[in-house]
């Protein structure tokens, strides 16, 4: 039995969820007691992401929700504290679904995946957890335009680089001047926009995108979809990745120009990641480890420290407060 500081899920929120009201952390007991095939994780990194606000809800979903009282739970970077499983020996760095804790039991040590020469490489453990495991889909050709919602986050800010690194001209919209300079200066954007400011978020896609776009890579939802859908091009493609404005109201916003779907012949697709656990493997992780270090790409996270900070770091990133990848770091290795 280990003492294991653990964010527990309380309640389903309605809004913006509060911490110490709808998660909190406590002091749990953990008893170890591995069957064949289980291991005992050390967490060392865990991700925030946006769709873990739809978990908090009592509903079907993709993912399962979270359970009320108990710890809460995703991607995470862990070492192999016990083993009853060959293939995950003690001291093995790996990557999985885990907890939003010290320690996890997995059972059957089922969706865990070893990081090779995790200890030696120059890559961060926490790069795992975004930058070596973001695929990009949408069939771009050179020359395209692709617009980039939330672009400074997570996703926005590698499906950026990457559709510059095949020859698209990339606009990216953004909640801050600092964030705007940074997807124009450090990124290299061809345009990016304040959304808040100047105008309606049509008003800014009209001028950083007079000709239209062709892709759309979709985070937010409401408005900033319907002024994409707006300025579509014919055949133009729509990758939804998430739409994290509407996640947290009671009050969603009601698109009113859908039908450009069927009049521009759109393709409009949903994209889940763990979709592509083969395109996310070992020759993709080592080709963008290769770009991270030699700085052909740009990754910028925003880590909280400490379990503790994990709470409002979950709240801020559904909130735009982060500047960039969420994790939280638990341990050093």
Same mark, same amino acid.
């Given at each position: 039995?280990?003492?294991?500081?653990?964010?527990?899920?309380?309640?389903?929120?309605?809004?913006?969820?509060?911490?110490?009201?709808?998660?909190?952390?406590?002091?749990?007991?953990?008893?170890?007691?591995?069957?064949?095939?289980?291991?005992?994780?050390?967490?060392?990194?865990?991700?925030?992401?946006?769709?873990?606000?739809?978990?908090?809800?009592?509903?079907?979903?993709?993912?399962?929700?979270?359970?009320?009282?108990?710890?809460?739970?995703?991607? %995470? =970077?862990?070492?192999?504290?016990?083993?009853?499983?060959?293939?995950?020996?003690?001291?093995?760095?790996?990557?999985?679904?885990?907890?939003?804790?010290?320690?996890?039991?997995?059972?059957?040590?089922?969706?865990?995946?070893?990081?090779?020469?995790?200890?030696?490489?120059?890559?961060?453990?926490?790069?795992?957890?975004?930058?070596?495991?973001?695929?990009?889909?949408?069939?771009?050709?050179?020359?395209?335009?692709?617009?980039?919602?939330?672009?400074?986050?997570? =996703?926005?800010?590698?499906? %950026?680089?990457?559709?510059?690194?095949?020859?698209?001209? =990339?606009?990216?919209?953004?909640?801050?001047?600092?964030?705007?300079?940074?997807?124009?200066?450090?990124?290299?954007?061809?345009?990016?926009?304040?959304?808040?400011?100047?105008?309606?978020?049509?008003?800014?896609?009209?001028?950083?995108?007079?000709?239209?776009?062709?892709?759309?890579?979709?985070?937010?939802?409401?408005?900033?979809?319907?002024?994409?859908?707006?300025?579509?091009?014919?055949?133009?493609?729509?990758?939804?990745?998430?739409?994290?404005?509407?996640?947290?109201?009671?009050?969603?916003?009601?698109?009113?120009?859908?039908?450009?779907?069927?009049?521009?012949?759109?393709?409009?697709?949903?994209?889940? =990641?763990?979709?592509?656990?083969?395109?996310?493997?070992?020759?993709?992780?080592?080709?963008? %480890?290769?770009?991270?270090?030699?700085?052909?790409?740009?990754?910028?996270?925003?880590?909280?420290?400490?379990?503790?900070?994990?709470?409002?770091?979950?709240?801020?990133?559904?909130?735009?407060?982060?500047?960039?990848?969420?994790?939280?770091?638990?341990?050093?290795?």
């Amino acid at each position: 039995m280990v003492q294991n500081k653990s964010a527990i899920f309380l309640k389903y929120p309605t809004e913006y969820p509060v911490a110490g009201e709808h998660l909190e952390i406590q002091n749990k007991e953990l008893t170890v007691d591995l069957k064949d095939n289980d291991v005992l994780l050390r967490n060392l990194y865990f991700s925030l992401d946006p769709y873990m606000r739809g978990r908090m809800r009592n509903a079907k979903s993709y993912v399962p929700g979270f359970q009320i009282g108990e710890a809460m739970t995703g991607y %995470g =970077v862990a070492e192999v504290k016990e083993s009853k499983n060959a293939a995950f020996p003690v001291g093995t760095i790996v990557s999985g679904f885990t907890g939003w804790q010290q320690y996890s039991v997995i059972p059957g040590a089922s969706g865990l995946r070893v990081i090779p020469g995790a200890r030696e490489s120059p890559i961060p453990l926490s790069a795992h957890l975004g930058v070596l495991g973001m695929p990009i889909i949408g069939q771009p050709k050179a020359g395209e335009t692709i617009f980039v919602s939330a672009a400074a986050g997570a =996703v926005g800010q590698l499906v %950026g680089q990457m559709a510059k690194k095949l020859g698209l001209r =990339v606009v990216g919209s953004a909640g801050s001047d600092d964030k705007v300079d940074y997807l124009i200066n450090e990124l290299k954007f061809d345009a990016a926009f304040n959304y808040k400011k100047n105008g309606t978020i049509l008003e800014n896609l009209k001028r950083a995108a007079p000709e239209g776009i062709d892709i759309y890579y979709e985070n937010v939802g409401g408005e900033t979809l319907e002024a994409a859908l707006e300025m579509m091009k014919d055949h133009g493609r729509i990758i939804a990745c998430g739409m994290i404005s509407q996640y947290n109201t009671q009050q969603p916003y009601g698109i009113r120009n859908l039908f450009h779907i069927v009049s521009k012949r759109i393709t409009f697709r949903g994209f889940i =990641v763990s979709d592509f656990a083969e395109e996310c493997g070992a020759d993709f992780a080592k080709d963008v %480890g290769s770009w991270l270090v030699k700085k052909e790409i740009i990754y910028r996270e925003d880590i909280a420290e400490g379990i503790d900070a994990s709470p409002e770091a979950f709240i801020g990133m559904l909130k735009g407060k982060n500047f960039g990848k969420q994790v939280v770091k638990i341990a050093d290795l």
